[in-house]
């Protein structure tokens, strides 16, 4: 038992002054080190949410435009479709009647004249 005694003893002698003084220096110094770290690491997450944020401006811009330019296409489409409905109308009432489908005969013939000029002159 002595043996074990003066081994623990030995022992507490060894590491008594790295405890007291060594480990408080040491504490306070990785404190300071632990602050700095800290403190890089908000300013990096800060230059990371700055471009985050400045980057979801970005895209919420170009969505905007996107939604502005799709809301025009969608009403010059609903005007066409106005424009043809009523083109289409009246090709109905040419040809429904007799004297039109002569027409479109006419028509027709000289359309594929035209493209057979185009085609041997090209």
């Given at each position: 038992?002595?043996a074990?005694?003066?081994?623990?003893?030995?022992?507490?002698?060894?590491?008594d002054?790295?405890?007291?003084?060594?480990?408080?220096?040491?504490?306070?110094?990785?404190?300071?080190?632990?602050?700095?770290?800290?403190?890089?690491?908000?300013?990096?997450?800060?230059?990371?949410?700055?471009?985050?944020?400045?980057?979801?401006?970005?895209?919420?811009?170009?969505?905007?435009?996107?939604?502005?330019?799709?809301?025009?296409?969608?009403?010059?489409?609903?005007?066409?479709?106005?424009?043809?409905?009523?083109?289409?109308?009246?090709?109905?009432?040419?040809?429904?009647?007799?004297?039109?489908?002569?027409?479109?005969?006419?028509?027709?013939?000289?359309?594929?004249?035209?493209?057979?000029?185009?085609?041997?002159?090209?």
């Amino acid at each position: 038992m002595n043996a074990r005694r003066d081994y623990r003893n030995n022992k507490v002698a060894l590491f008594d002054g790295i405890e007291e003084g060594g480990i408080r220096a040491s504490s306070s110094y990785s404190h300071e080190i632990d602050e700095q770290d800290n403190e890089r690491a908000v300013e990096g997450l800060q230059d990371r949410v700055n471009l985050l944020k400045r980057l979801s401006g970005d895209i919420h811009e170009e969505v905007e435009s996107h939604n502005h330019m799709l809301d025009r296409m969608g009403n010059d489409m609903d005007s066409s479709r106005g424009i043809l409905s009523g083109t289409m109308d009246k090709f109905k009432m040419v040809f429904e009647t007799k004297s039109s489908q002569r027409m479109f005969t006419l028509v027709a013939s000289f359309l594929v004249i035209f493209l057979v000029i185009y085609y041997l002159t090209r």
